[in-house]
Nanobody, 127 residues
Framework: VQLVESGGGLVQPGGSLRLSCAVS????????IGWFRQVAGRKREGVSC????????YYSGNVKGRFTISRDNAKNTLYLQMNNLSPEDTGVYYC?????????????????????WGQGTQVTVSS
């Protein structure tokens, strides 16, 4: 199982980025999957997740309305479109998958030893 994130970088406040997570070793629609972020000095936070079988999504309160998660099962790739970015969005963004979790909210609200993690991609929002 491998998850490889890309698309991070430096962007000015108000700008946009699209993160991608290419997965291999498993079929994307058989896993709940999502994006977590790590901000220095803070606990990892589930930002946005998508459910295992359908396209039910979950967003944390501080990104709702600005971020959009989507999945392309044919390409086995997960995306996170991030708009109107602010310095508070700065952090390392990780793609996380789990075969045992079914709901988007359940995926985002906890981490588990059964999770698969990518290596992360840095997002820096600064002027």
């Amino acid at each position: 199982v491998q998850l490889v994130e890309s698309g991070g970088g430096l962007v000015q406040p108000g700008g946009s980025l699209r993160l991608s997570c290419a997965v291999s070793g498993f079929t994307l629609d058989r896993y709940a999957i999502g994006w977590f972020r790590q901000v220095a000095g803070r606990k990892r936070e589930g930002v946005s997740c998508i459910s295992k079988r359908d396209t039910t999504t979950y967003y944390s309160g501080n990104v709702k309305g600005r971020f959009t998660i989507s999945r392309d099962n044919a390409k086995n790739t997960l995306y996170l479109q991030m708009n109107n970015l602010s310095p508070e969005d700065t952090g390392v963004y990780y793609c996380v998958a789990n075969a045992w979790i079914t709901t988007a909210e359940g995926m985002c609200l906890n981490t588990r030893t059964s999770d698969y993690w990518g290596q992360g991609t840095q997002v820096t929002v600064s002027s």
